[in-house]
Antibody
């Protein structure tokens, strides 16, 4: 079945960098758009970024634009999120999610189990 | 981009029906039918329960239904069951080619 597994979370100091990975299985990763969504502790969901199936187009939330970069390696069925200039407010569980339909406008389904990123001095 | 507005909490007795509203603007909820709903149990990842305003994925109970009028979308849970106790989030695509989630609603089964 479709599975997504995130890796790479941890504790990082403000201003630091971290790279998250999301390994996909059970579907054609190379033909699927992908999202990153985050959730701060005890808070709601926040959409972060989308990448087209071939990596040719990306969109970002204003809160991370210029600091975060999403990319993918279709030969490894893996999605990445490079996070630079991290701030305290970036502390959250980061989920990767597959595009449920066929375009970047569509819903999120399914989701990975998430990986926790803590920005703290 | 401001979050879509949802009530913080909604409660109901087993067997009752409840409705959760999700209010946005003419730039998101009112602009497209790309509204979806997610159920999240504590410590778990969100799960899709409604997509494109009214559609239910296979395997999701028909007790869940969605609708939209103008800038407000709604999720109705009929025949409320103990297992429905969770947080619920709406989401919409926006004119800025981004996505926005609702503030989230905690559903309590009395």
């Amino acid at each position: 079945q479709v599975q997504l597994a995130e890796f790479g979370g941890g504790v990082v100091q403000p201003g630091g960098s971290l790279r998250l990975s999301c390994v996909a299985s059970g579907f054609s990763f190379s033909t699927s758009g992908m999202h990153w969504v985050r959730q701060a502790p005890g808070k709601g969901l926040e959409w972060v970024t989308f990448i087209r199936y071939d990596g040719s187009n990306t969109y970002y939330a204003d809160s991370v634009k210029g600091r975060f970069t999403t990319s993918r390696d279709n030969s490894k069925d893996t999605l990445y999120l490079q996070m630079n200039s991290l701030r305290l407010e970036d502390t959250a569980v980061y989920y990767c999610a597959k595009v449920g339909g066929h375009t970047h406008r569509d819903w999120f389904d399914p989701w990975g189990q998430g990986t926790l990123v803590t920005v703290s001095s | 981009q401001s979050a879509l507005t949802q009530p913080a909490s909604v409660s109901g007795s087993p067997g009752q029906s409840i409705t959760i509203s999700c209010t946005g603007t003419s730039s998101d909820v009112g602009a497209y039918n790309f509204v979806s709903w997610y159920q999240q149990h504590p410590g778990k990842a969100p799960k899709l329960i409604i997509y494109e305003v009214t559609n239910r994925p296979s395997g999701v109970s028909n007790r869940f239904s969605g609708s939209k009028s103008g800038n407000t979308a709604s999720l109705t849970i009929s025949g409320l069951q103990a297992e429905d106790e969770a947080d619920y989030y709406c989401s919409s695509y926006t004119r800025r080619s981004t996505h926005v989630f609702g503030t989230g609603t905690e559903v309590t089964v009395l």
